[in-house]
Nanobody
Framework: VQLQASGGGLVQAGGSLRLSCQASGPISSINPMGWFRQAPGKQRELVATIASGVANYGDSVQGRFTISRDDATNTVVLQMNSLKPEDTAVYYC?????????WGQGTLVTVSS
């Protein structure tokens, strides 16, 4: 299983960004796939995951971020709106397959105030 992420960058507070991640390998819609993030000095936290059409969001992004998935291409997209400076972090794409979690390279999101 391999993950290729894209997107991220610098945006002003209140703006929007979109992250995309494609998984290769024996992945299907039942495998939870999504995004986690880690800010400097903090633990990695859940942003959003989706499996079998059901999305799960971290409390801090609920109502602002939306995750979607194209099962035909094993691609998840995270649409991030109303971004805040506290959303600044390295965002990691992840997919769970069997007993393992696989991670993509991180992509930096910076929100300026």
């Amino acid at each position: 299983v391999q993950l290729q992420a894209s997107g991220g960058g610098l945006v002003q507070a209140g703006g929007s960004l979109r992250l995309s991640c494609q998984a290769s390998g024996p992945i299907s819609s039942i495998n939870p796939m999504g995004w986690f993030r880690q800010a400097p000095g903090k633990q990695r936290e859940l942003v959003a995951t989706i499996a079998s059409g059901v999305a799960n969001y971290g409390d801090s992004v609920q109502g602002r971020f939306t995750i979607s998935r194209d099962d035909a291409t094993n691609t998840v997209v995270l649409q991030m709106n109303s971004l805040k400076p506290e959303d600044t972090a390295v965002y990691y794409c992840s997919v769970a397959y069997r007993t393992n979690s696989y991670w993509g390279q991180g992509t930096l999101v910076t929100v300026s105030s």
